[in-house]
């Protein structure tokens, strides 16, 4: 299993474009809508045109793999990424009121993941691919440093502060918006990883 994924590396930078599998380095993705609705974290934020940069030095340090129920637990070891992106946001984060739009950049080190998917397997002519049914994501980053541009229509002050205070606070946000952002990142590796396992047959990806 560790080694098909190793096989799949080189195919997952540069990506399929004739089948819509895209580029992970850098990872595109066109939007993200988080609308975190109360508690210490209400905000609702929308993300455009984000680029990750570093998901290719991806590193497996676990897989469990159970053939018999199509169930597979896989632990990842991300160095570092890098997000840059076009922000809006408006709420509140830990009491403070928050407001801008404009560019967003992100170094996140020693980042630790598990994905679990579950699994049915489909009939195609003579072939047998995988669908992924379920898929669950579990993070837990080391060090964050962010940066918002362009908060509060530009105000310098405001937004230094802003800034300073999410950099000193950032792992209660973290740990308040973790939930939505691991539904989120799910989703879109739910529907990545099926163009994947709907492409290739199993005895394609996983041979004996
Ligand atoms: C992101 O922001 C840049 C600079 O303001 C702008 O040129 C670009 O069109 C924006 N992209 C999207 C998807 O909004
Ligand atoms: C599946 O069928 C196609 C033709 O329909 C054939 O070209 C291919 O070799 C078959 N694959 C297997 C694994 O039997
Ligand atoms: C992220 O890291 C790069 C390269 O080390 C650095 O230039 C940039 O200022 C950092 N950004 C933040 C928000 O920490």
Do not use: C
């Amino acid at each position: 299993m560790k080694e098909s994924i190793e096989t799949l590396r080189p195919l997952l930078v540069d990506g399929i474009p004739e089948f819509d599998i895209p580029s992970i380095e850098p990872l595109i993705i066109p939007e993200v809508i988080i609308d975190q609705g109360n508690g210490p974290v209400s905000v609702k934020s929308i993300y455009r045109d984000i680029n990750v940069h570093g998901p290719s030095e991806f590193v497996i340090k676990n897989v469990r793999f159970d053939f018999d129920k199509d169930k597979v637990k896989v632990k990842i070891w991300f160095p570092w990424l890098q997000v840059n992106t076009n922000y809006s946001m408006d709420g509140r984060i830990l009491m403070m009121p928050i407001k801008g739009s404009g560019l967003s950049y992100g170094n996140y080190t020693d980042i630790d993941a598990t994905v679990s998917m579950k699994a049915q397997r489909l009939q195609k002519g003579n072939e047998t691919f995988y669908n992924i049914k379920d898929f669950f994501v579990d993070f837990n980053i080391g060090k964050a440093s962010l940066f918002f541009d362009n908060l509060f229509n530009g105000e310098p002050q405001l937004g230094e502060a802003m800034n300073l205070f999410l950099n000193d606070n950032w792992k209660s946000v973290s740990k308040e918006i973790k939930p939505v952002l691991e539904d989120t990142i799910a989703k879109i590796f739910k529907k990545f990883s099926n163009k994947i396992f709907h492409k290739y047959p199993i005895r394609v990806l996983f041979p004996e």
